[in-house]
């Protein structure tokens, strides 16, 4: 278990700013600062960052954190795997308690690892098979390739090591059989291990050498691991995709093993599965594009068109490289034909143009009924995109079809009555009572005037945040105020309280205007009230 002490210094020491705005363009708003929401489409910023306290928060999905609850949420991580995540995203050295499951577990697969690499060097076919695929000795090193022996010597390896048969099987390590005896989930396999994007190793993966009907096999979903949600080779790349500002996505380990090999070190791949929308926010920071560079045999292609069919929602842009001939990256690099590599992915088409057209080509558009079907089939998966990106493409569906631009978008939903309700947060409403509750968060002496003078009631527009504000409650306040553009901050102290003084007012005219059951009297003493303050705004202003 990582340190409780080590944690809270972790995220003390990371810059909130500086890790958000990896992910969203932040614009300074006070002392604070805002953006579009990262988990959720909208049009209005409702997300802030508050360096001061540490913290953001999103007024319109709610989500809201520190530092490594935002890694968490955006990277779909464990809370152990956020926290190893952010130390290595800052340099940070965690500190474990040496005697706890989870210290002792990542220990284990790295003494298993070390076995791993131990044998490979050991076993001349395991090695010839590695360098006949043009793999060399500096790549064997830096990705950790290993060899697993029999089963019998990975057994008899673990219980010279001490490590516990039960220990190794939650890692997915050992099998059980019909008999519930224990065996080796990898046997006479090259090794790959596995590594969360902090670069622990977090689980392996098997190529068999000796013709097993599984060519390739990982580990099992573990507590560590779930291959859904895991990235190979993000390790090694994210820094490359972060200052590239673009991802290869290839389809295993070979391809990226190779590609780094000869220097596009922004390579990765999904496990062994169809690439997730989870794995996908993994890789799409802001100003990523992705580019997938599969197999243009039939299997390809379709992995393709899932991947760009699940990026869509991300608004993320897209770029696609197939190879043909029956030829993939690890082949080109291995063959030095780097030349032809490069000229492949640079020659690149637009995702989502390349998914119309494949979507196309799957109907006969001379049809009107095939050519309506298709057309329903990807209006549906182009309203998934942002409206400003969907607008383009729904252009480019309409004029290779043939059709008029009218009434085929996602049609924005009636917004006037969202635009009148006091508590919406984009359109920031009652710019004078949000005016006078950030005026008083920066001047104590106004906030206790404001405190001395105002009721919950008092405000027409924001009475949830002037409640707040006299309960003491003002962390939320300070970062919806970020949200508004048009504040204005009250500097001289008979101002403030005039504009205090004359929200009191406008509230007893709107109660007149608005009288409704009640005695004469009650508004013969809301007429008394509102001749007091007009007497006393004179008097005191």
Not at 159 to 186: H, M, P, S, T, W
Not at 245 to 257: K, N, P, S, T
Not at 270 to 278: I, R, S, V, Y
């Amino acid at each position: 278990m990582i340190k409780k002490e080590s944690i809270e210094l972790l995220i003390e020491n990371a810059d909130i700013v500086n890790i958000i705005s990896q992910y969203v363009d932040l614009r300074k708003a006070g002392a604070n600062y805002k953006a579009r929401c990262p988990f959720h489409s909208e049009k209005t910023p409702s997300f802030v960052v508050s360096p001061t306290k540490n913290i953001f928060h999103c007024f319109g999905c709610g989500k809201g954190g520190n530092v490594l609850t935002f890694v968490q949420e955006i990277e779909n991580l464990s809370f152990v795997e956020a926290v190893e995540e952010l130390a290595s995203r800052i340099g940070f050295q965690l500190e474990y308690e040496k005697n706890s499951n989870q210290f002792q577990n990542l220990s284990i697969f790295e003494t298993v690892n070390l076995w791993f690499k131990n044998n490979l060097f050991n076993n001349r076919l395991a090695l010839k098979y590695l360098y006949s695929r043009g793999i060399t000795s500096s790549s064997i090193e830096k990705f950790k390739i290993g060899y697993a022996l029999k089963s019998f010597d990975f057994m008899t390896f673990l219980q010279k090591k001490n490590i516990d048969f039960k220990d190794a099987e939650k890692l997915g390590l050992l099998v059980r059989d019909e008999k519930n005896r224990y065996y080796a989930r990898f046997s006479e396999r090259i090794t790959f291990p596995i590594f969360s994007s902090s670069g622990k190793i977090i689980a392996f993966g098997g190529r068999t050498i000796t013709n097993h009907p599984a060519k390739y096999l990982n580990s099992p979903t573990t507590d560590f691991f779930n291959k859904s949600k895991t990235v190979y080779g993000y390790n090694f790349a994210k820094n490359y995709i972060l200052e590239q500002g673009r991802a290869y996505i290839v389809e295993g380990y070979l391809d990226v093993i190779m590609l780094h090999q000869a220097g596009i070190n922004n390579a990765v791949a999904p496990l062994g599965t169809a690439l997730t929308l989870e794995q996908l926010k993994i890789i799409a920071k802001k100003g990523v594009k992705i580019h997938f560079a599969f197999d243009g045999d039939s299997a390809g292609l379709k992995a393709t068109i899932r991947a760009l069919e699940n990026a869509m929602p991300l608004g993320v842009e897209t770029r696609v490289s197939l190879f043909s001939e029956g030829i993939d990256p690890a082949d080109l690099v291995q063959n030095k034909q780097l030349e032809k590599l490069k000229t492949i992915l640079n020659n690149n088409q637009d995702g989502v143009k390349f998914f119309i057209d494949y979507h196309l080509k799957q109907f006969d558009l001379n049809n009107p009924y095939q050519k309506n079907e298709v057309f329903q089939f990807l209006k549906t998966q182009l309203n998934k995109l942002p409206e400003v990106i969907r607008q383009t493409y729904f252009e480019y569906l309409a004029k290779t079809l043939n059709l008029q631009l009218q009434n085929y978008q996602k049609k924005p939903k009636n917004t006037s009555s969202a635009n009148n309700n006091n508590n919406n947060i984009g359109e920031c409403n009652g710019i004078g009572e949000m005016s006078i509750l950030y005026s008083a968060l920066q001047n104590s002496n106004f906030l206790n005037i404001l405190k001395q003078e105002l009721e919950e009631n008092d405000f027409l527009k924001n009475r949830e945040l002037l409640k707040l504000v006299l309960n003491n409650q003002t962390d939320e306040v300070e970062l919806k105020l970020a949200l508004c553009d048009y504040l204005y901050l009250i500097e001289d102290e008979k101002d403030f309280l005039k504009q205090i003084l004359s929200i009191k007012k406008k509230r007893i005219k709107y109660q007149l205007e608005n009288f409704q059951g009640g005695s004469e009297y009650d508004i013969i003493d809301l007429q008394y009230k509102l001749i007091k303050l007009n007497n006393r705004i004179h008097q005191e202003c």
